[in-house]
């Protein structure tokens, strides 16, 4: 498995070397867009991603240096501030902020705040890269409503708005202001790094016959070790496999350990948004404009369309866009009456933008392009499967979105968890199962056919069909 790739870390893919940009909140500007495709044209292989983070990945970037990276992307102001904090920026937040007239505030200042705040501590650099963020700002695309570790989620209070701390999507008694929000998210991360040391470390243990006690541990004497341990590293600190060992209680009580501010509690009351995406005309809270969605299947762009996408957000926009973490553009601050025009501009140069994309959640890997595990094109038979799906279903009520997922082997690199359809990878055409998930082998009762490349799109649309009409029947 390659390491997670980051704007300065390499990651070696079948395909050439790849790395990863990180846009905190997915936000990004048509300058800083039309540089990444410069990059993916004049030294990659022009194939740039979009990930379930809204973040971008460059691919095939065959004699890349350093020196040219930090050129590049220094210019356009891509690079992080601390290089060392580069992997673990994953910050994820709603690209209709500040937009979204039912968002209770605009969280792009905390964004910014809470990215400020983690480059600002090393005692994060042990955090594990794939340790996400969230920040939601109460609106109606309910990002906290996505797999996270760690959460701010706006909510009312009599004395105004406050934030409360999700840990892998269970929401916490501890909350605060929007100024001293960005530091509880902090405190949760290493008390997460503290905990997972402990808990993977000998040393512990070892430090028993020292007369270190499962009391004093807790010490602040005990606190140069805990943080010699937790440097240490590394260890799996992403609070969603850490719950597993650690109930989410014991790291709120460790959390005090490290937090800069005095803690604030107040009982939860309401259950976590649901996570309910967008696309296609969406109004905003300014009177006479729209924010623009635009839906990319399997998240895949090449250099002329994101030159594209760059051009439109200068045109119809203010020049900046928000990737969403489910394979979307938003253009903001798109005058109404000239939004039906991009979209059907954004349509010919091949983005969805009907708003039944998000309907369908396809995932696909990198496949045999980018992956020495892969031998199928499974991007390619992903946008395919959509195609097919998508013409099959029609207007036709979902009582919940399809999930597919096209995965070129078992380990199922784009979407851990079950889908409601799973075409797995087998000896170069596809199995394929219902309500699956990868990782291990599916039940032999859900497997629904075998299917090449070609024949995979009808039989998936076929089983799609098949659910749609089980549902309307019951
Ligand atoms: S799921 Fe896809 S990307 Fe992941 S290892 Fe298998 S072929 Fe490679």
């Avoid at 708005?161 to 929000?181: K, M, Q, W």
């Avoid at 240490?232 to 460790?254: A, D, H, S």
């Avoid at 170069?428 to 859900?446: H, I, K, M």
Wanted: aromatic fraction near 4%; proline fraction near 7%; include cysteine.
């Amino acid at each position: 498995m390659a390491k997670t790739p980051g704007c300065l870390y390499i990651a070696h893919m079948k395909d050439g070397p790849m790395i990863r940009i990180r846009l905190p909140g997915g936000a990004v500007t048509a300058d800083q867009l039309r540089a990444v495709a410069a990059l993916a044209g004049d030294l990659g292989s022009g194939l740039i991603d979009l990930t379930n983070r809204a973040n971008l990945q460059v691919r095939g970037l065959h004699d890349i240096t350093f020196d040219v990276l930090k050129t590049h992307l220094g210019g356009a102001g891509l690079l992080p501030k601390a290089a060392w904090a580069d992997r673990i920026r994953n910050i994820v937040a709603d690209p209709l902020d500040g937009r979204d007239p039912d968002a209770l505030c605009d969280t792009r200042g905390l964004v910014e705040a809470l990215d400020a705040a983690i480059q600002a501590r090393p005692a994060l650099k042990s955090l594990s890269s794939e340790v996400g963020f969230v920040v939601d700002n109460g609106g109606a695309s309910g990002v906290a409503g996505l797999a996270h570790d760690i959460g701010l989620v706006a909510e009312r209070a009599a004395s105004g708005i406050r934030f409360r701390l999700t840990l892998a999507g269970t929401p916490t008694e501890l909350v605060a202001s929007e100024e001293t929000a960005p530091l509880l998210a902090i405190a949760a991360a290493r008390a997460a790094i503290a905990l997972a040391a402990e808990a993977q470390s000998p040393l512990p243990r070892g430090l028993a016959a020292y007369g270190v006690g499962a009391k004093t541990w807790k010490q602040p004497t005990a606190a140069a070790v805990r943080l010699a341990l937790a440097l240490g590293g590394p260890y799996e600190n992403r609070i969603r496999r850490l719950i597993k060992t650690v109930p989410v209680e014991t790291i709120v009580e460790r959390l005090e350990d490290f937090a800069e501010i005095p803690l604030e509690r107040a009982a939860v009351a309401d259950p976590l948004p649901v996570f309910d995406p967008s696309i296609g005309i969406v109004p905003e809270a300014r009177s006479g404009f729209v924010s623009c969605g635009l839906g990319v299947p399997v998240g895949r762009l090449d250099v002329a369309t994101t030159r594209h996408l760059a051009a439109l957000a200068d045109r119809h926009g203010d020049g900046t866009l928000r990737l969403a973490p489910w394979h979307a553009v938003f253009l903001p601050s798109v005058r109404t009456d000239a939004a039906e025009a991009l979209l059907a501009e954004a349509d010919r140069l091949g983005f969805v933008v009907d708003p039944a994309f998000v309907r369908i959640r396809l995932y696909a890997c990198s496949g045999v392009e980018g992956c020495r595990g892969g031998r199928l094109h499974t991007k390619e038979n992903g946008r395919a499967v959509f195609a097919a799906v998508a013409k099959t279903l029609g207007d036709a009520p979902l009582p919940e979105p399809l999930t597919i997922h096209v995965s070129g082997c078992i380990k199922g690199c784009a979407h851990r968890q079950q889908s409601d359809i799973l075409a797995l990878e087998r000896n170069a055409s596809y199995d394929v199962f219902e309500n699956a998930a990868p990782g291990t082998e599916p039940p032999p009762d859900r497997h629904r056919g075998s299917a090449s490349a070609e024949t995979l799109p009808d039989l998936v649309a076929d089983l799609a069909r098949a659910r749609f009409d089980r549902n309307a029947a019951e």
